[in-house]
């Protein structure tokens, strides 16, 4: 079970880096991503699947060389949910600090470990704090988030539970970031893990890619739909499909790649619309999928080259819309979506009455965190019952 990693290389230029160091951005201010040495890979599928279930069964397709630096709360292996017509929803809110970002930090956390880091730094809409804030604690690092004032407060108390330092800024994500950037210049030995600015979160969101081409049988499906906002899991499921294909284990026609945002803070949306090839800052970003309020995201050209690269799209939908998809998925099918779910399911309801999404078409949906992060969200207990002698 040793990685295959080889080296860094620049998401833009193509500058390649030495991967046993700590980096951030390339030169060119663009993020770096983890390469391989995929003809060196010689396990089997069949052997992944019999080793002990978690992240870390795909240790050669994984950055961290030594296993002893490989830290885990349990995540991985979420299921695969069917929703009939073809629909196909991940649900990543089963995970540990309830989202998909604990894939991310899973393998940050270890990684920054393995080479030296000891206090971590990130801005956050509540879940990536939530997550590095535990994984730090189960690696040794010390933690450092900022948080804006509207995120969830259930994020910012587990951050808080699980010993991070929390700073809570005025402002969104952006002004956060900036909190932090500036820290980090200002003290010596902390280490930024922002959204693409460290290479390492992409790994391990990749594994969810990885896992949906073993649930579906080494035959991708048609479509992706990703509820973005940085959008790295778009990025990191992209990547796990393009090396499975090179490694011949995925078969089956190229995945459609799509981006969900919610209409009050769609900067992916509209640069995708426009021809734009990066996107512009949205301005004054409002939307109850609080996890996708990524104003002006650092990753918009990578999005836009696996959009346009893959025959996808992008698709902005409005809150009260995701919502209501979100009740009926609920009352039909027993599924209960995050906001942010909820906005990926209405986009393929939308691209369905487009036709383009076909009854033919096998669609996954990434349901990316828990609904009981954002409990104002939900039906409100007033709503029940009056106290009764009897059941109804």
Known sequence: MDSALTHLECSAC????EADRL???CRCGHPLLVRYDLGAVAVRPEEIAARRPGLWRWAELLPVRDPAHRVTLGEGDTPLLDLGGGVLVK??????TGSFKARGAAVGASRARELGARHVALPTNGNAGAAWSAYGRRAGLTVTVAVPAGA???????ALATGADTAVVAGLIGDAGAMVARAVAAREGWFDVSTLKEPYRVEGKKTMGLEIAEQLGWRAPDVVVYPTGGGVGLIGIAKAFAELRELGWLTGPPTRFVAAQSAGCAPVVRAYETGAETTEP?????TVAYGITVAAPLGGPQLLRILRGSGGTAVAVEDADALATRAEC???DG???SPEGAVALHAVRTLTARDWVTPTDRVVVLNTGSPLVQPETLPSPAGLLSPADDLP
Do not use: I, K, M
């Open 282 to 286: 949205w301005p004054d970003p409002r």
């Open 335 to 337: 599924v209960l979506l």
């Open 91 to 96: 649900d990543e809110g089963l995970n540990p």
């Open 152 to 158: 969830p407060a259930v994020t910012r108390s587990e």
């Open 330 to 332: 609920a009352a039909t």
């Open 23 to 25: 980096h951030n951005l």
């Open 14 to 17: 193509g500058t390649r880096y």
